[in-house]
């Protein structure tokens, strides 16, 4: 039986009117009439209203909203924009006015609604983290509770990660931290700029923040701790020469091995750095599971691999997983009691990397992707509705499929996570807590630094490749660039890794590169236009026009 963790709503603060008046994105508008005096009275109005509020926003049940669960957001920008899923046009299906074709291709425009979105969610929790650091700090004008430092580290590490992932996703942003900034006053900060300022506000935070871990029911369900600050530090320093890089289309990165990290009064470059978090994080006990499905079982809160999830279910919490319900074959979700859309797949080069259809097959295959002929829970067969046998044909997947043969059964299906037949909503409230880091990265990232470093990463590796009986490999970039795709697909990391690999640009799986993009422009997305007419202090990322 679970143990949930109970986040309260501050319904003054839920609604943001995003880029509707004058100063967009950065104004919060109280709309119930709560009384703001009440809402921070005692230390557990702090809590509740100042913190536990915030994690309701790290899942979503609405487009572009959570960092992962929904569509046209965070994870649908890192991850249909790669070489590894594809929403393939299947006749009227998934077209939507070539959005999807439009990601895939690199097509996206500074006025596409899902970067637009994706922005705005962001910036919605940095606005109201910034409003939660301040009246944390207002209060303990009057009050000595010791728990309050720890509440601010929690919330400025949760500012922390939003900016993260603005600097990954959009390069040069406002760095933005009072609640009640005014757009005219708001400038652009250099991508370096942003990542100084989300270290500094991660290792101030850390020794702050619990132990526990945040995976598993109790009181820290679901929150930033220590380790979950350690795994974004490891992130930080594994991609320090993309995120010092204040111009990412000249075709000169600064280097990892000179840029510095002090860290308990000493310096060490960025893949020391990388090192030295990973480490922390196994000295706290994390390791692989046994078996690799735990880690996105139904009921997953075991896992000792899981670092930082987003907490499920079906009666609790609205946030909502639409990944496997928008992949499989409406007759295949049928067979299972739940529904489908008949949509993402994995691509060409995917299937490459993981050796489908040869003898070399990696053992993963079968764990995250559904291909061939398709069996119910009972082991019969599923059948289309004119009677024939339900095969996804793997191979067959393009960016336009439709009117072929394979119009509704290209493509390999996304299988990570098990399924939990009592899902409601089609499927998309179900029990499988969302992965977003795990230990496995860990492992990963710490022989990616080493080999960078000029060591010998094998070791790691061999422990992510022998948990699921996969043969050895010696520890080369290429091969680390591969084990990411294995290990992490359908996670949410690929667009990540191919940027820090110098790969993201290039022609992949029915995708040419487009005019101009060797210069890497599209490693980041452009600034969404609205924002840019709002204030003539920001300004476009290079590449892109100013509208489209």
């Known amino acids: 039986m679970k143990k949930y963790r109970i986040v309260y709503w501050l319904a003054a603060v839920c609604c943001l009117p995003l880029f509707t008046a004058c100063n967009g994105f950065l104004r919060e508008d109280p709309r119930d009439g709560t009384d703001h005096a009440d809402a921070y009275r005692t230390l557990s109005d702090v809590y509740l209203n100042a913190v536990a509020s915030l994690y309701n926003y790290v899942g979503g049940y609405a487009d572009s909203q959570g960092l992962q669960g929904t569509g046209r957001g965070v994870y649908d920008l890192n991850t249909f924009t790669t070489d590894e899923a594809i929403m393939p046009t299947r006749g009227g299906d ?48 009057t009050h000595d509770d010791p728990e309050l430092p720890a509440y601010l580290a929690e919330v400025r590490a949760m500012r922390a990660m939003y900016y993260y992932y603005l600097l990954d996703l959009f390069g040069r942003v406002p760095l933005v931290l009072s609640s009640s900034a005014s757009m005219s006053d708001i400038v652009q900060s250099e991508r370096k700029t942003v990542f100084d300022f989300v270290v500094k506000e991660l290792q101030e935070a850390a020794p702050l923040l619990a132990e526990s871990r945040s995976n598993r029911p109790g009181d820290y369900y679901g929150r930033i701790t220590r380790p979950v600050a350690y795994f974004l530090l490891a992130k930080l320093a ?10 990412w289309t000249d075709g000169v990165r600064p280097d990892g091995g000179t840029i510095s990290f002090t860290i308990d009064g000493r310096q060490q470059n960025a893949w020391q750095a990388t090192v030295t978090y990973c480490d922390r994080i196994t000295a706290m006990g994390y390791a692989l599971e046994p078996l690799y499905e735990t880690n996105f079982a139904v009921y997953n809160e075991s896992s000792v691999e899981n670092i930082f999830t987003i907490p499920m279910n079906k009666t609790l919490y609205t946030n909502q997983m639409q990944y496997l319900f928008r992949s499989r074959h409406y007759n295949h979700a049928k067979a299972y009691g739940l ?10 080069d995917a299937l ?28 019969e067969l599923i059948r289309l509705d004119d009677g024939t046998v339900l095969e996804y044909h793997p191979w067959e997947v393009a960016v336009d499929i439709s009117d072929t043969p394979y119009e509704k059964t290209a493509g390999a299906r996304m299988k990570k996570y098990a399924i939990d037949t009592d899902a409601t909503k089609d499927g998309k409230l179900m029990e499988n807590d969302i992965v977003l880091f795990r230990y496995a990265d860990v492992l990963l990232m710490k022989s990616e630094a080493k080999v960078r470093n000029g060591e010998n990463g094998d070791a790691e590796l061999a422990q992510v490749r022998s948990r699921v ?12 660039l591969d084990e990411r795709l294995l290990e992490f697909a359908w996670e949410g990391w690929r667009r990540q890794d191919l940027v820090r690999f110098g790969r993201f640009t290039r022609a992949y799986s029915d995708r040419p590169q487009l005019a101009g993009e060797e210069s890497g422009y599209t490693t980041v997305f452009p600034i969404p236009g609205n924002v840019l007419k709002m204030n003539e202090r920001l300004w476009q990322n290079k590449g892109y026009l100013m509208s489209d």
């Open 469 to 480: 009986g996969a043969v050895a490999r010696p520890a080369t970039l290429e091969n680390l």
């Open 238 to 247: 594994l991609n320090a020469e993309v995120y010092t890089d204040n111009d």
């Open 94 to 141: 998934w077209y939507d006015g070539g959005f999807w074709q439009g990601l895939y291709l690199h097509k996206w425009g500074v006025s596409n609604d899902a970067v637009q979105a994706t922005w705005e969610y962001l910036y919605k929790v940095l606005m109201l983290s910034n409003k939660s650091v301040e009246q944390i700090q207002k209060f303990r004008e």
């Open 339 to 348: 529904s489908g859309e008949n949509g993402s797949s994995a691509t060409k």
């Open 352 to 379: 490459r990397v993981f050796g489908y259809d040869t003898a070399e097959v990696d053992p993963r295959f079968d764990k995250c992707y559904f291909a061939g002929v398709m069996y119910d829970l009972k082991g």
